[in-house]
């Protein structure tokens, strides 16, 4: 044994304070030792599944202030398990010197999709043809009508899994979901012709360095992410075009932690959906596909640490979703199916509820992807195979 390495004392772990307390902070909680950080969540209420994996929790809202404060005052560090927060409050705990990671401008870009859709049209980077509006008697609104046949609206705040979004059918029909959001800014944009829609994963760490995991295949029914299938299957000129996009957005977004760049590729390339600036469904089959999760990547990044590898550690990998169907399934039967790991949430069963998830790795995408399937199906999905 070397005299040097017997006398290094280990270091005391960063104290990692999640706003929120769901399953992305429950999976956060479970790499944490990995990445030698202690987890504290603030957590809505103390059954909030995160709770089970944190080493501390404090009960409070994402945007009650004294909560936010109390947990500030227990961490090193406080990052994110979701996007409903107050930016202004993000800001006035960073003019006081608490360290946010991402940071309230780097969030705006996720929290806000009016601000991200400017921004990045100002950067040139490819979004959908889009229109800003307020009411849907706006002249500029009337004006896109006219040129775009096809088109999705968006509140700009406070949507995730579907919510938020409306894909009308007719002209009235979008007029009314925009004064249906009209609370705040409504982004109205071109409904895109898709050959599929794609996900890619890049961590950025406090000194900028990045690393990327391999670019995935998403699959959505109403607004919510059915299955992730590794490898992404196409061309390697569009891989590298994910990688390098992925990258500018990060650099743009000064963002630290995950980095997950929702895509569309259409036949006029790679076009950007959403992002997202923490652990995203689409990285979920890193626990057993990568070297490194993204769970742990994001904690080694928010707590100041070095970055380790996103390589893949296998040659195919299938995830799929698990939301409440009308009856409840087996968790059980889930996990007698060869091959296949079960992430369950902790979360009593409710129709149309995010339960949990299954992962199948191995040489070969068809047979993972039937076995992901055969265990999602046993614990009780209602989600159906694309």
């Known amino acids: 044994m070397s005299i040097v390495s017997s006398t290094l004392q280990p270091t005391a772990p960063v104290r990692v304070g999640i706003v929120g307390a769901g399953q992305l902070a429950r999976m956060m909680g479970s790499a944490a030792h990995e990445a030698n950080v202690e987890v504290t969540v603030l957590a809505s209420s103390p059954d909030d599944c995160a709770i089970a994996t944190s080493d501390h929790s404090v009960i409070g809202a994402p945007t009650d202030a004294r909560a936010l404060h109390r947990l500030s005052r227990l961490v090193d560090v406080i ?10 409050q993000i800001g006035q705990l960073e003019s006081l010197g608490v360290t946010v990671r991402p940071s309230a401008r780097a969030l705006s870009y996720s929290v806000d999709k009016a601000h991200q859709r ?88 406090v000194d900028a360095q990045c690393v990327t995991y391999p670019l995935v295949r998403t699959v959505q029914s ?28 990060a650099e743009l977004t000064g963002a630290v932690g995950v980095v997950a760049v929702e895509l569309f590729l259409t036949t006029q390339g790679l076009v950007v959906n959403e992002i997202a600036l923490r652990p995203h469904n689409s990285g979920h089959w890193t626990i057993e596909g990568a070297v490194t999760s993204q769970f742990a990547n994001h904690l080694l990044a928010v707590s100041g640490a070095r970055l380790s590898s996103a390589d893949a550690c296998v040659e195919a ?32 069963w409710r129709r149309g509820r995010k339960l949990g998830h299954v992962t199948a790795v191995g040489d070969d995408l068809a047979s993972a992807h039937v076995r992901a399937w055969e265990s999602a199906r046993a614990y009780g999905t209602k989600t159906r195979e694309a």
């Open 222 to 249: 109403e607004g919510m992410c059915v299955e992730v299938t590794f490898p992404a299957l196409v061309d390697s000129r569009v891989e590298r075009q994910a990688q390098s996009l992925a990258r500018s957005i």
């Open 79 to 88: 990052t994110f398990d979701h996007e409903l927060v107050d930016l202004e």
């Open 317 to 348: 990998a299938a995830m799929v979703n698990v939301v409440g169907a009308d009856r409840e399934g087996s968790l059980v039967a889930a996990m007698d199916v060869a091959g296949a790991h079960v992430h369950d949430y902790g979360k009593s």
């Open 118 to 205: 400017r921004e990045f049209r100002r950067a040139g980077i490819a979004v959908p043809d889009f229109v800003i509006t307020r009411s849907g008697s706006d002249r500029e609104l009337d004006e896109f009508l006219d040129r775009t046949e096809n088109v999705v609206v968006k509140s700009a705040r406070g949507g995730y899994d579907g919510r938020g979004v409306i894909f009308p059918a007719t002209r009235a029909d979008a007029i009314e979901a925009v004064e249906s959001f009209a609370r705040g800014e409504v982004v109205v944009e071109e409904r895109l012709e898709l050959l599929c829609e794609l996900s890619q994963i890049v961590v950025r760490a």
